[in-house]
């Protein structure tokens, strides 16, 4: 064994034979024995060691057994060491009293007794062993419960600092929820959500239902293609529902409202992960009105060309023309020159027609200018209705006139009886016998309308898209120019024509702007 791990004993006695004695009885590889010669040395020794026993002298020169062991017992360091009193003194009791007074465990008279000196050392030594024990295990346990400490409270602190993280976290989540729902709810376009494994409707937004006629409760179970989304050029044309595809981006689509109407988008598709589910975010731009404006607005093109064109060729045909018909003039006049006088009749019968002609391509003109007046509109439609009545009467139909009072407008009459009459023109020949074509004026908000409704067959839907193309005309002795021309007309007036079709009829609904007249007035004021 180490002398580290060896107890410490220390023998107290003046006479170094009876320390021999003491070190002959103990000597054990278990214990170092420290010799002390007097109570002044053994205070020392007390002092350096961790003494486990002390075997005192009782009687020695300066400081006796009694005296060193009291000041043993009196510092705090030292007072738990037990002391055997060894002593040849008389066994009478106060001896003994005395001794266990300062603080000893036991008393020992010589000459003692070698096994029992032995043993009593022995049991002070399990005694101190058990202590160090003890006192070891009390230190494990602090330490232990300092680490716990430490422990719970870093736990606390790591708890502390997850939770912050997650509030913080939250309520980053909670702004982006919030974001991309204001962006889904306000977006101007059509938006909805669909499960991609399913793909049932999660969600639209308004604009999805203002312009789908659906509410979200109405379809929200629903997987089905009620929309009849279609790519317009037929390319995409699958039996999976269109918007559940991926990653389109502005197809050019059709889809068919809750009432039936056909419209036209564009279509764009992005997967995203919503709830932790698979889905497929589609956004669908309208673009019907863009399109009939562009389709106008061709219209309106295909019309200033011809209207050019137009212009160009009847300047041309026109000179020649009057100077034929007044040489014709003179021979009609001048006696010798006279030929058959109806031949003649005829030639300027056609030449008149011709130049009739001329004066409708005319029309067509964009920089024509136009000859307008505030005047009531109900004036020129009630001016026309002779005319129009006699043509009705022709094909037994009849005419029936609905107007309103309405405000008065700045028109070309001319051009506004041209167009009527085109437009009733074109009603009349729709209509077989009986039928009754109805002229009618009212005020709308700010607009002025006016509406020719037939009884006929209606357009059909290939036939409507050519609609105001000059020279389009389903009619053998056509010209396919008089709506060309209303439509010419309606754009001099900043008037736009709608038009309603159906089996049982066709509706011209010409829209003035009542607006243009005021402005238009002002500066004569
Ligand atoms: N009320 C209507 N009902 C049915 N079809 C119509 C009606 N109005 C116009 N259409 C169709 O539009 C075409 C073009 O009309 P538009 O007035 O421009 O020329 P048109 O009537 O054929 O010839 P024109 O006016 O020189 O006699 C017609 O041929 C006809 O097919
Ligand atoms: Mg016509």
Known sequence: MSDNNKVNILMVDDRPENLMALEAVLVSENYHLIRAQSGEEALRFVLQYDIAVILMDVQMPGLNGFETAQIIKQRK????????????????????????????????????????????????????????????????????????????????????????????????????????????????????????????YIDVNRTW?????????????????????????????????????????????????????VREGLLSTEQ????????????????????????????????????????????????????VLGFLQLMKIQEEMRQPQEYIDLMIDELNRANGIITEFLTFAKDKAADKKIQSLNDVVMKLHPLLRAEALMGNNSIELKLEECPPLFLDEKEIRQLILNIGLNGLEAMTEGGVLTIQTYKEGQSVILAIKDQGPGIKKEDLENIGTPFFTTKEDGTGLGLAICYSIASRHSACIDIKTSSKGTAFIIRFEQKEAEVELEPSH
């Open 77 to 200: 360091s030292s007072r738990h060491i037990p002391i055997l009193f060894i002593t040849a003194l008389s066994k009478a009791n106060e001896h003994v009293n005395k001794g266990y007074s300062k603080g000893a465990i036991d008393y020992i008279f010589k000459p003692f007794n070698p096994n029992i000196l032995k043993s009593k050392v022995e049991a002070f030594v399990q005694i101190y062993l058990k202590q160090k024990e003890i006192e070891i295990q009390r230190n494990l346990l602090k330490q232990q419960t300092i680490d716990l400490t430490t422990k719970s409270n870093n736990l606390e602190m790591i708890i502390h600092e997850k939770t912050k993280e997650l509030v913080r976290s939250n309520k980053e989540l909670q702004v982006s929820q919030e974001r991309f729902q204001k962006v889904f709810q306000f977006s101007p376009n059509l938006m909805a959500i669909r499960s991609l494994a399913t793909h049932h």
């Open 272 to 323: 995203a992960m919503i709830n932790d589910e698979p889905c497929i975010i589609s956004t669908i731009t309208d673009i019907t009105e863009r399109t009939q404006m562009e389709k106008e607005i061709s219209r309106l093109d295909r019309l200033n060309l011809v209207g050019e064109m137009a212009a160009g060729i009847a300047h041309e045909i026109r000179n020649p023309m009057t100077t």
């Open 209 to 261: 239902s203002e312009f789908t006629g659906y509410e979200l409760d109405d379809i929200i179970h629903r997987s089905d293609n009620f929309l009849n989304i279609k790519s317009s050029d037929g390319k995409l044309d699958g039996t999976i529902p269109f918007d559940i595809q991926d990653s389109l981006f502005n197809e050019r689509v059709s889809f068919e409202t809750k009432s039936g109407e």
